[in-house]
Each structure stands twice: as structure tokens, then as C-alpha cells.
């Protein structure tokens, strides 16, 4: 069974820009999340969906957006970068909205913003 | 509201050598408590988790309790590898929010 996949690995932009980074979750999985690892913060919640709604949110701003498709993929999208916003973005799955449900992490996509 | 702290790192072991690494948290209600381990280039897998107070989880000769009265959750092996060198993250989730709140994490390197 594949893992989380997601993509692209690398991204690189500048400051003002917007990026799109995707997750494909494990076949079957409804839940999918969203976490922020920076070395000064480390992990950081910052959004998760289930079912295509999103259930729970972060305290980011709302630069930060995301979205779930019917087939369980997820997006996440950030508007204007930051300096700040450079970090190794990760996604996790789960095949249900249990709190204590194991979550299954990807290897996540590292943005530099320069 | 949530937090965890972790033992501050980096620990570097010996092979055969005891590991402890330190967890606490603050939380409301009554949390579930998870270690998570991170290698190098790879995102986190689970390693254990415990969901109530005494109760422990072990997973690959590693071992934690759920300890209420000291609101701890501190990780062990008793003999280390080469291959347990990662970084470990200590984290909680509390209510029904999905959400889990990390500590600041500990790399452990374990020499041959």
C-alpha cells in the first residue's frame, strides 16, 4: 500500500509569491492534515479535513489556506510568502477523525523563500 | 491551553547504552500521548502511544507510561542501536480536536 505522497519535494520562491503544495493521502483515508516544521518553532498544527470539510485550524493567518477533494487529496496554499515562511511542510493521514487515530506523515515538502 | 516539553538535546549514546528521554506536558482534560520518531529525510512515524493514566506503550524495545500524577510520558530503551539515531518528538492530543501539540524534540545519535 503506497504511503502519503506528497509533492514536489523541493519548491523554492520568492517573497510575494503564492505556492500550492499536494498531498495524496493512503488509499482510504479521509482525514488528512497539515503541520509546519521550522527549527525556531518546530511542529506546528495548522490545518486538518475530513470528508472535504476542513474540521480544526491553527493559529496561522489566513495567507494559509487549504482544500480536500472528494477523492481525499488535499491542498494547501500560501499567498504572499514570507521570509518566515520558509519550512518542511507535512501531511498526515488517517482513516478516521479519531483523536487518537495513528497518523501516517509524508515526507514533506521543504518551501524556501528567498 | 496545550504543551509539551521535551528534554532538551542533542543526546549522543553509546551502542548497549540506556535511553531516557524526557516528556511532560500541561492539558485539559484528559490528553493521549504519543512519541513520534523522525530519520533523516523522511517524515514522522508513530513509534507509541498510550490513551490513559498507567497505561503503557511499547513498541521496537521502547517503552513509555502515561503517569497522571506527574503529567510525564518519558521514553526508554534499555539497549540502543546505531539504527534508533533520529529525532524523537514527544506530542499530545486532548478532546476531540485532531490536532496534535508537539515538544521541541530530542536528536539522539548513538555511536558504534
Known amino acids: 500500500k503506497a504511503g502519503v505522497t506528497q509533492t514536489p519535494r523541493y519548491l523554492i520562491k520568492t517573497r510575494g509569491q503564492q505556492v500550492t503544495l499536494s498531498c495524496s493521502p493512503i488509499?482510504?483515508?479521509?482525514?488528512v492534515s497539515w503541520y509546519q516544521q521550522t527549527p525556531g518553532q518546530g511542529l506546528q498544527f495548522l490545518f486538518e479535513y475530513f470528508s472535504e470539510t476542513q474540521r480544526n485550524k491553527g493559529n496561522f493567518p489566513g495567507r494559509f489556506s487549504g482544500r480536500q477533494f472528494s477523492n481525499s487529496r488535499s491542498e494547501m496554499n500560501v499567498s504572499t510568502l514570507e521570509l518566515g515562511d520558509s519550512a518542511l511542510y507535512l501531511c498526515a493521514s488517517s482513516s478516521t477523525d479519531r483523536p487518537n487515530e495513528k497518523l501516517f506523515f509524508g515526507s514533506g515538502t521543504q518551501l524556501s523563500v528567498l | 491551553g496545550n504543551s509539551v516539553t521535551q528534554m532538551e538535546g542533542p543526546v549522543t549514546l553509546s551502542e548497549e547504552a540506556f535511553l531516557t528521554i524526557n516528556c511532560t506536558y500541561t492539558a485539559t482534560g484528559y490528553p493521549s500521548l504519543f512519541w513520534y520518531v523522525q530519520y533523516p529525510g523522511e517524515g514522522l512515524q508513530l513509534l507509541l502511544k498510550a490513551t490513559k493514566a498507567d497505561d503503557k506503550g511499547s513498541n521496537k524495545g521502547f517503552e513509555a507510561t502515561y503517569r497522571k500524577e506527574t503529567t510525564s510520558f518519558h521514553l526508554e530503551k534499555g539497549s540502543v542501536q546505531v539504527s534508533d539515531s533520529a529525532v524523537y518528538f514527544c506530542?499530545?492530543?486532548?478532546?476531540?480536536?485532531?490536532?496534535?501539540?508537539f515538544g521541541s524534540g530530542t536528536q539522539l545519535t548513538v555511536l558504534p
Open positions: 488509499s482510504g483515508h479521509r482525514s
Open positions: 506530542a499530545l492530543s486532548s478532546g476531540s480536536a485532531r490536532q496534535l501539540t
